[in-house]
């Protein structure tokens, strides 16, 4: 499964989870940058050179509520196959449920791995795992509006790529967060510092199955 060191995990069983669509209640933390070479690096193919990571609440969910962190080095262009919009691929993404690894890890591809969280994810909050460590601090900026949208998936798989989407729905606000990020290859990606990013203050989500493409638009 394509991840990077943080995202491995020599465990092959876990208990057993639903299959998509998964709803859920969230709320939601999310930032970008300008990806670094580092990051375009981790997936050459046609991309967008933006960063884009995220701390998640999840309130409730078909494996009940979770919490999760995950980043994508680059954004895959959209294209014919890709789609209309662009789509994260995603190597790095943990939570703190076993059942929800096992939803990622077999209906996503998404390298799940067990962490450890702390905080809140609309202020001050943490993950970390085994060698690496994530700090965030954000700070809402102006009034509330509401938001509806999607976030969409694009996995690379062999020669295939992994297409999914979840849609979104809910309040959100502009905020400024604060990252600090170490471990073995995410300190070379996942800039430090102070960046634009985008709060979920409350908000439902509903996460599809996916579905494999051939990759010709390397």
Same mark, same amino acid.
């Given at each position: 499964?394509?991840?990077?060191?943080?995202? @491995?995990?020599?465990?092959? @069983?876990?208990? $057993?989870?639903?299959?998509?669509?998964?709803?859920?209640?969230?709320?939601?933390?999310?930032?970008?940058?300008?990806?670094?070479?580092?990051?375009?690096?981790?997936?050459? $193919?046609?991309?967008?050179?933006?960063?884009?990571?995220?701390?998640?609440?999840?309130?409730?969910?078909?494996?009940?509520?979770?919490?999760?962190?995950?980043?994508?080095?680059?954004?895959?262009?959209?294209?014919?196959?890709?789609?209309?919009?662009?789509?994260?691929?995603?190597?790095?993404?943990?939570?703190?449920? @076993?059942?929800?690894?096992?939803?990622?890890?077999?209906?996503?591809?998404?390298?799940?791995?067990?962490?450890?969280?702390?905080?809140?994810?609309?202020?001050?909050?943490?993950?970390?795992?085994?060698?690496?460590?994530?700090?965030?601090?954000?700070?809402?900026?102006?009034?509330?509006?509401?938001?509806?949208?999607?976030?969409?998936?694009?996995?690379?798989?062999? @020669?295939?790529?992994?297409?999914?989407?979840?849609?979104?729905?809910?309040?959100?606000?502009?905020?400024?967060?604060?990252?600090?990020?170490?471990?073995?290859?995410?300190?070379?990606?996942?800039?430090?510092?102070?960046?634009?990013?985008?709060?979920?203050?409350?908000?439902?989500?509903?996460?599809?199955?996916?579905?494999?493409?051939?990759?010709?638009?390397?």
């Amino acid at each position: 499964m394509w991840s990077v060191s943080e995202s @491995e995990s020599p465990r092959t @069983e876990w208990p $057993q989870s639903p299959p998509p669509p998964w709803p859920a209640s969230v709320r939601a933390t999310i930032w970008w940058h300008r990806a670094t070479d580092e990051g375009r690096a981790l997936l050459p $193919q046609k991309d967008l050179p933006v960063t884009m990571a995220m701390v998640v609440d999840y309130l409730d969910s078909p494996v009940g509520p979770y919490r999760e962190i995950l980043a994508s080095p680059v954004l895959r262009r959209p294209g014919k196959l890709i789609g209309a919009m662009p789509r994260m691929a995603v190597p790095f993404i943990a939570v703190d449920s @076993e059942t929800s690894v096992h939803g990622g890890r077999t209906h996503w591809n998404l390298p799940k791995v067990l962490a450890h969280f702390g905080g809140d994810v609309l202020g001050t909050s943490t993950a970390s795992g085994d060698g690496w460590a994530v700090d965030v601090a954000a700070r809402g900026v102006g009034p509330r509006f509401p938001i509806r949208g999607g976030l969409g998936f694009a996995q690379p798989v062999d @020669e295939e790529v992994s297409l999914a989407g979840a849609s979104l729905k809910g309040k959100a606000r502009l905020c400024r967060v604060q990252v600090d990020a170490t471990g073995p290859s995410l300190g070379d990606w996942l800039r430090p510092g102070s960046h634009f990013g985008l709060q979920i203050v409350s908000g439902t989500m509903s996460t599809g199955a996916s579905r494999l493409v051939g990759d010709i638009e390397n």
